[in-house]
């Protein structure tokens, strides 16, 4: 697993987002899901951290629509406005999953606890596209993971004349009713949901980091 440090530097350089292929990256990430199963969102971002998808904008959120022209058109304009987030990484728990179809299966070891505080192993399932890998950690060490509806990816806006890309989080609800975008940050703990240092956030970011598209 990488450490804290090289976490940081992969979001420092997705940061400068003028080096990313945004339409490429968003082709590829449509590749990723559940194991083969669809699972992907592009959506635009507005003020405060909520989003909406393409379909809802062109007035039908519970119908899927294609990577075609009009798709970047309105992605191109909601760059240019309050930015997008592209969704590129997922986790899920008690998937059964043979171990030989992982790429790599990592186990925690880096406990603040005694051994003996320790009884209940969780098993995740991380996966983007092209990638899946499994990490072990003990429940007892209080490590948030996202649930099955969230999904970590990029969150890019315009600051200051240039477009900036952040490592985030969306969150949404069974019935994905509600989206929100949170970026993560450094200075949270390890055990925050939406900290660099989140063992699981760190993984995934390696795994996005690989995923993403540069010109």
Do not use: W
């Amino acid at each position: 697993m990488i450490s804290d440090t090289e976490a940081l530097k992969i979001a420092e350089k997705v940061e400068n987002a003028n080096n990313l292929d945004i339409k490429k990256t968003i082709e590829k990430a449509a590749t990723a899901g559940y194991l083969g199963e669809e699972h992907f969102y592009c959506t635009v971002l507005e003020e405060g951290g909520l989003t909406y998808t393409v379909p809802e904008i062109l007035g039908d959120r519970y119908k899927s629509h294609p990577l075609d022209n009009l798709y970047f058109d309105i992605i191109s304009k909601a760059l240019d406005l309050d930015g997008i987030y592209i969704s590129l990484g997922y986790c899920a728990s008690n998937l059964i999953i043979q171990d030989n179809e992982y790429e790599q299966i990592i186990e925690y070891d880096d406990y603040d606890l005694d051994k003996d505080e320790l009884e209940y192993m969780v098993e995740y399932s991380l996966i983007t596209a092209g990638c899946l890998k499994k990490f072990k950690i003990y429940a007892e060490e209080g490590i948030a993971s996202p649930r099955r509806t969230d999904d970590l990816g990029l969150m890019i806006n315009i600051f200051d004349g240039d477009y900036k890309a952040f490592f985030a989080l969306r969150s949404t609800d069974q019935c994905m009713s509600s989206f929100r975008v949170l970026p993560l940050k450094d200075d949270y703990p390890k055990e925050h949901l939406l900290s660099l240092k989140n063992p699981i956030n760190k993984i995934l970011i390696e795994m996005i980091g690989e995923t993403i598209i540069t010109k």
